[in-house]
């Protein structure tokens, strides 16, 4: 024996060890070997089938046990019939007997026609008695009663052929003879009154054939022969003539012939009467023998029959045992290979319901509809991932959105601010020196050419300024330019964030759209529940109108109504997950259009901001305009110092343009300040 063989030994007891560990996995699974691709309607009609087959195969036992009992029964009713039979032969007998001494008693043909008919049905009854037997012991003892009743009728017709010769009646055969002759002699003697002893011979030749015609004693007819020798002799002592003797003489011959002829009928009658009379005592005998076959035939049939009723009813226990066993049998493993599956998926679902996305779901091959059910769990379990992870980058990029737009915008506020106080302050600061120089200006009017000079002097440094409040005023302008451009680009990334946030909006929906067809696969488990349960309930009916070959499938169907009303159940139950899930999609989806609403309220704000630095611009430019008179008042001062001797009042003109220059330009910084801290507080919240 080489290695490949004990390899291929090893592998295939394996292989037989581990049959069972299968057979065991898929009866706790329930992923039973070809009904996992078998539908379950399918194997509901199965099922109902292999009722169909074990019910006829019932039927078609007990059906056969009932065939059999009923030619038991039949042979019973032929041993019966054979009983009935031999019981009338066996009247008949006697019903002959009697027949055959009232017909030797009375001489009547009606009573031999009445023999003959009885003859004639105790042959059809043997006949049938022949027929009805096997070939046996009772068929050669009815044989032989057919014979016997053959013998009896045959010596029945000699009976009636020698009674026919002695004469029926006294009219008739050796009796009318006898009759004649008798009569002959009696006239004779009539004619001869005074003939002495012969009358008298006569009467006791009489009495003697009277005593043998009645009792057929060999006795009386000797003494008849006795009396006719007398009645001879008597003749020749008579007185008669002579001719008268020979006629008497001839006439006592006859009569003498007559009586002989009839004794020997007689005796002939007696011997064929005995026979019959034999012949028919025989017949008894042969007719019980037949009566103790069937007795004995019907004695063997009904133990016969109870033997087989015995078998029968073992039979047809362990045949319907063996149908209601296999029945239940595949009604468990069919109820196994349905509510195992559905329990597995229930319980995954439930993991699911908790958050726990890591649960396998079972039974996603299959075929039938619990694979179709597992499946749509599987697409409900990746749509609650793919929920969660897009939850979780909802949250991840409005975090960082926010964090990100926050930071900029406080920078940019910061940024603004400082610039924006420089500019002020600035402004402020150059304003009050431009003031003071005026006031200074007004006091020193008359202060005449001398503070003409001074007056230039702080012409010219006010124009100089007036200049740093112009460079101030242009780094105001693109520090507003900035922040318009931040505010742009803070718009752009809100915007994205509300497209953003759109897409989000319609993945929740697609996701609520999944939890609806969820929920027709749902619906789709309850009307399966549902028709299961109808299902159970024709089968419980089907079971009721079995009686009771149909209690073991009642129990079953029982079974399957409870696992139906179970899964029924179960989908109520898993109907309300999904009515939560989708209450909780709803939520979600009102959450993110909050979102989307408080990032378009930002977007807003962007606007607001954008709107507010365009004002801003707007007041730069103001200021920069004012910026640029004041340099043209400077200007104007300037020249205005040449000619300052000219007239005093133009000086004090001057003077108090410049102050109302400087009053100006404090007015609009004022709003710059009050602007530039709204629009601060707008922004940082």
Same mark, same amino acid.
């Given at each position: +024996? ?8 090893? /592998? ?15 009866? *706790? ?12 309607? %399918? ?22 046990? &009932?065939?059999?009992?009923? /030619? ?25 007997? =009697? ?43 009815? =044989?032989?009663?057919?014979? #016997?009743?053959?013998?009896? !009728? ?34 004779? %003697? ?55 003797? &020979? ?10 012939? *007559? ?53 029968? /009813? ?14 239940? $049998?595949?009604?468990?493993? %069919? ?34 509809? $619990? ?11 990746? =749509? ?17 959105? #926010? ?22 302050? +600035? ?19 008359? /202060? ?34 900035? @922040? ?17 946030? *759109? ?14 067809? @969820? ?18 309930? =024709? !089968? ?7 009686? &009771? ?13 409870? %696992? ?11 109907? &309300? ?53 004041? @340099?043209? *008042? ?35 910084? !004022? ?15």
């Amino acid at each position: +024996m080489n290695l490949d063989t004990v390899t291929a030994e090893i /592998s295939g007891l394996s292989g037989r060890l581990s049959l069972p560990r299968r057979l065991r996995q898929g009866w *706790d699974s329930g992923d039973m070997a070809l009904l996992g691709d078998m539908p379950i309607r %399918l194997r509901f009609g199965l099922l109902v089938l292999m009722a169909l087959v074990a019910a006829a195969t019932y039927g078609t036992v007990t059906h056969l046990a &009932e065939r059999h009992m009923e /030619s038991m029964l039949a042979a019973q009713d032929n041993y019966r019939r054979l009983n009935d039979l031999a019981g009338d032969v066996r009247a008949g007998a006697a019903v002959l007997q =009697n027949l055959q001494e009232l017909f030797v008693r009375e001489r009547d043909m009606a009573t031999a026609d009445s023999f003959r008919r009885e003859i004639d049905q105790m042959r059809r009854r043997l006949d049938t008695v022949t027929k009805l037997a096997a070939d046996g012991p009772m068929t050669q003892a009815a =044989n032989r009663a057919g014979s #016997e009743v053959g013998a009896i !009728a045959a010596g029945f017709e000699r009976v009636v052929a020698q009674s026919a010769a002695l004469g029926l009646t006294e009219d008739q055969g050796l009796r009318a003879q006898l009759n004649a002759s008798t009569k002959a002699i009696e006239s004779e %003697l009539a004619q001869w009154p005074n003939v002495g002893p012969m009358s008298f011979l006569m009467a006791r030749l009489r009495l003697a054939e009277r005593d043998f015609m009645l009792y057929g004693e060999e006795a009386s007819l000797r003494r008849h022969q006795g009396m006719v020798t007398q009645f001879d002799l008597a003749i020749d002592g008579s007185p008669l003539p002579a001719s008268t003797r &020979e006629d008497f003489r001839k006439l006592l011959v006859i009569y003498a012939a *007559d009586l002989r002829a009839f004794a020997e009928g007689t005796r002939a009658l007696t011997t064929e009467l005995a026979g019959l009379r034999t012949g028919v005592g025989a017949l008894q005998p042969a007719m019980q023998q037949i009566l103790g076959f069937t007795r004995q035939g019907m004695a063997d049939a009904i133990a016969a029959q109870d033997a087989e009723r015995r078998a029968t /009813s073992r039979m047809v226990a362990v045949v319907g045992s063996l149908a209601a066993i296999s029945f239940m $049998i595949a009604c468990l493993v %069919l109820a196994r290979s349905i509510s195992q599956p559905i329990r597995r998926i229930q319980s995954a679902m439930e993991h699911l319901a908790n958050g726990d996305h890591a649960v396998a779901v079972p039974g996603i091959r299959r075929k039938d509809e $619990i694979g179709e059910m597992a499946r749509a769990v599987a697409v409900f379990k990746e =749509n609650a991932i793919a929920m969660v992870r897009l939850q979780a980058e909802q949250h991840s990029i409005r975090a960082e959105t #926010e964090a990100a737009n926050r930071t900029r915008l406080l920078s940019l506020a910061n940024s603004f601010e400082d610039a924006v106080k420089r500019a002020s302050d +600035m402004v402020a600061t150059n304003s009050v020196a431009i003031r003071e120089t005026a006031e200074r200006m007004a006091a020193r009017i008359d /202060s005449g050419e001398n503070g003409s000079l001074t007056v230039a002097e702080a012409a010219n440094q006010c124009r100089q300024t007036v200049a740093k409040v112009a460079e101030a005023a242009d780094e105001l302008g693109l520090s507003v330019d900035d @922040i318009t451009r931040c505010a742009g680009q803070a718009s752009l990334i809100v915007q994205g964030a509300v497209l953003e946030l *759109d897409r989000s909006t319609d993945r929740i929906h697609s996701l609520s759209e999944v939890a609806g067809r @969820i929920d027709r696969v749902v619906s789709l488990i309850s009307e399966i529940a549902g028709r299961t349960n109808m299902l159970a309930l =024709n !089968a419980a009916i089907e079971a009721q109108r079995a009686g &009771e070959a149909g209690k073991g499938f009642a129990v079953v169907a029982g079974e399957v109504k409870l %696992l139906a009303q179970q899964t029924a159940q179960s989908t109520r139950e898993i109907a &309300e997950q999904i009515a939560a899930i989708q209450a909780a999609t709803a939520d979600t989806v009102s959450a993110i259009d909050s979102i989307g609403g408080a990032i378009r309220r930002m977007d807003d704000i962007a606007a607001q901001v954008s709107a507010a630095v365009s004002r801003q611009s707007d007041v730069t430019r103001r200021i920069s305009g004012c910026v640029d008179e004041v @340099i043209a *008042d400077t200007r104007i001062v300037s020249e205005g110092v040449a000619a300052v001797t000219q007239s005093a009042a133009r000086y004090c003109g001057s003077a108090i343009a410049v102050m109302w220059a400087a009053e100006d330009l404090a007015g609009p910084a !004022a709003t710059l300040d009050r602007e530039v801290d709204g629009f601060l507080s707008t922004v940082r919240g």
